[in-house]
C-alpha cells in the first residue's frame, strides 16, 4: 500500500521575531507537541530562524524559511505567497491576519476581538484596521480556531460567523509549570538577581485595560509597602497609560521605590518570578484568554484573579476569583491572600489547571481538524 503524501503546513512564526505574548506560546507549545506527528511537514517563516531553531525540535520534518522583509505588509504581500508557491504548501496557519493572495489553504487562529467589546480602551483607527483584517482572515479560512468559549461568542456576534465555523482549541500549560520547586530558592535566586525578595507579581503588557493602576491603588490603599511588600509588574507597554503614569508620579520617592518594572525578562527568569511570588494578582478588566494566572497556580503560587470576560472561566479560583471593580473585595481578599494563602486548595486548582488546559488534548484536537479538513479536500 502506498503511503499517502505528507501534509505540507507552513507557520507564519513572525510573533517570535517580537516580544513575548499569548501567541507566541500558542504556536511554541502546539507545534512542539505536533512535532511527533510524521505525516506532516512543517515549514515556520520568521524574520530571526535562529530564535525558532531554539524553540522547536531540529527534526527531518522541520524546517525553518527566513523571511526577506520584517514588516508585516511586506511579509504579507510579497514573502509569505511566494514561500507557499515554492515549497508547495498546502495548508499555512496565521494569528488573526492573512495575506491578500490566498495560494493554498488558510488555517487562521483569532485569539480574541477585545476591541469591539471594549471600545473606549483602543483608538477608532485601531479598531477600524482590526475589524477590516481580522474579518476578512476569518472569512477567507478553511479552518477557524479561537482560544476560548468566550472568544468564539465575540467572532460569532461581530463578525457574524456561524457556530459551526469556529473551533475552540484552548491554551495548555506546559508541564514544566507543574514541576516541584523549592520556594526559598527561587526568592534567594531573584533577590540576589533583581535586588527583591519579598514582593506581589503582575504579568502583563502594559495597557488600559490591563488595569495595572487599579493594582497599584489597592496596593497603595492597604499600605503593603510599610510592610516592605514591592509591587513588581513585568511586561512591555504596548499602549499608554495615562492613569497609571500619574498615579507613579504622584508617589514620593520612599513609596515609589517599592514598585519595580521590567518590561525583558527571559522565560527562565520569568518562572523563577512566578515561584518567589507571595501573591499573584492579575487584575485585568478583559482577556481573551489569560495565561499567567493559570501559570502561576500550577506553580501552586496564591492567585486573586478577575472573574470577566474569558477568566470567567476559571471558577477554581474560587472565593479569590472577584469582581475587580469592587475596591473593598478586592483589598479584602488580597489581604487574606497574603496573610493566610492555603496550601491544600493550592494544590487542587493546580490539579484542576493540570486536567483541563493540556496542551497534548489541544495538539490532537488540531490535528483531527487539519486531517479531516485534508481528507474532505482530496475527496
Request: charged letters at 25%; aromatic letters at 16%; proline letters at 3%.
Amino acid at each position: 500500500m502506498t503511503e499517502k503524501p505528507s501534509i505540507k503546513l507552513f507557520i507564519d512564526a513572525h510573533v517570535f521575531d517580537n516580544e513575548h505574548q499569548g501567541s507566541r506560546t500558542f504556536i511554541k507549545e502546539l507545534y512542539n507537541h505536533l512535532a511527533c506527528r510524521k505525516d506532516i511537514e512543517f515549514y515556520f517563516g520568521a524574520f530571526n530562524v535562529e530564535i525558532l531553531k531554539q524553540n522547536f525540535p531540529r527534526l527531518e520534518n522541520i524546517h525553518f524559511i527566513k523571511y526577506r522583509f520584517r514588516k508585516s505588509i511586506l511579509r504579507l504581500l510579497f514573502d509569505i505567497p511566494s514561500i507557499i508557491k515554492q515549497y508547495g504548501i498546502g495548508y499555512a496557519h496565521f494569528q488573526y491576519i492573512v495575506p491578500l493572495q490566498k495560494n493554498c489553504c488558510f488555517i487562521v487562529t483569532t485569539h480574541d476581538v477585545l476591541f469591539n467589546d471594549f471600545p473606549k480602551n483602543f483608538s477608532f483607527w485601531y479598531r477600524f484596521n482590526k475589524n477590516l483584517l481580522y474579518k476578512n482572515a476569518a472569512e477567507k479560512a478553511d479552518i477557524l480556531t479561537t482560544v476560548s468559549e468566550y472568544s468564539k461568542a465575540t467572532l460569532q456576534k461581530y463578525f457574524k460567523l456561524k457556530a459551526e465555523r469556529i473551533n475552540v482549541l484552548p491554551n495548555g500549560i506546559s508541564d514544566g509549570y507543574f514541576s516541584a520547586y523549592q520556594k526559598s530558592e527561587a526568592i534567594n535566586y531573584i533577590n540576589n538577581k533583581f535586588d527583591c525578595n519579598k514582593y506581589l507579581l503582575y504579568v502583563s503588557r502594559i495597557e488600559p485595560r490591563k488595569n495595572h493602576a487599579g493594582l497599584l491603588q489597592v496596593y497603595l490603599d492597604l499600605k503593603l509597602y510599610k510592610e516592605e511588600y514591592h509591587l513588581v509588574f513585568i511586561g512591555h507597554e504596548s499602549i499608554s497609560c495615562t492613569k497609571l503614569n500619574r498615579l507613579l508620579h504622584s508617589l514620593p520617592s520612599n513609596v515609589r521605590r517599592f514598585i519595580l518594572f521590567f518590561d525583558d525578562v527571559s522565560e527562565d527568569d520569568l518562572i523563577e518570578f512566578y515561584k518567589a511570588s507571595a501573591v499573584f494578582v492579575y487584575p485585568s478588566k478583559a482577556e481573551g484568554f489569560g495565561f499567567p494566572p493559570l501559570e502561576a497556580a500550577a506553580l501552586k503560587v496564591p492567585v486573586l484573579c478577575a472573574n470577566n470576560t474569558a477568566l470567567n472561566d476559571y471558577s477554581f479560583f474560587d472565593q479569590n476569583h472577584i469582581d475587580i471593580s469592587n475596591q473593598k473585595l478586592f483589598k479584602e481578599r488580597l489581604s487574606n491572600l497574603i496573610e493566610s494563602p492555603s496550601v491544600k486548595s493550592l494544590e487542587i486548582i493546580a490539579q484542576n489547571i493540570r486536567q483541563k488546559y493540556n496542551w497534548q488534548k489541544t495538539a490532537d484536537t488540531f490535528y483531527n481538524l487539519l486531517k479531516q479538513h485534508s481528507l474532505h479536500d482530496q475527496l
